[in-house]
Nanobody
């Protein structure tokens, strides 16, 4: 069990960037795969990006490929989501989630979740 706290959300204009952080407490994140999911207004939670426990493998949703970058530092117990070229359709609450070792794009397979951080992109 690991506690996750997201930060870095906010209001930005289309085309700008944000970097979200997912910090772990109460345990080490180094043995967990971490993913970012998002849930927009009136929408289901969707997969955004994931990284394996060593940081050697990543996966992105088609909608963010080439614009978002997920990375991690296991010494700092933190995972980041760098979001560039933001679009209004990226507006959502963003959540990080962790599961042992291997990542998945299925949210129900993640037992550990943060509380979320809100991202709003204006046109």
């Amino acid at each position: 069990q690991v506690d996750l706290v997201e930060s870095g959300g906010g209001l930005v204009q289309s085309g700008n960037s944000l970097r979200l952080s997912c910090a772990a407490s109460g345990g080490t994140l180094s043995t967990y795969a971490v993913a970012w999911f998002r849930q927009g207004p009136g929408k289901e939670r969707e997969f955004v990006a994931a990284i394996n426990w060593r940081g050697t493998s990543t996966r992105y949703a088609d909608s963010v490929e080439g614009r978002f970058t997920i990375s991690r530092d296991n010494v700092k117990n933190t995972v980041w989501l760098q979001m560039d070229s933001l679009k209004p359709e990226d507006t959502a609450d963003y959540y990080c989630a962790a599961r042992p070792t291997v990542f998945s794009t299925t949210p129900t397979l993640y037992p550990n979740w943060g509380q979320g951080t809100q991202v709003t992109v204006s046109s």
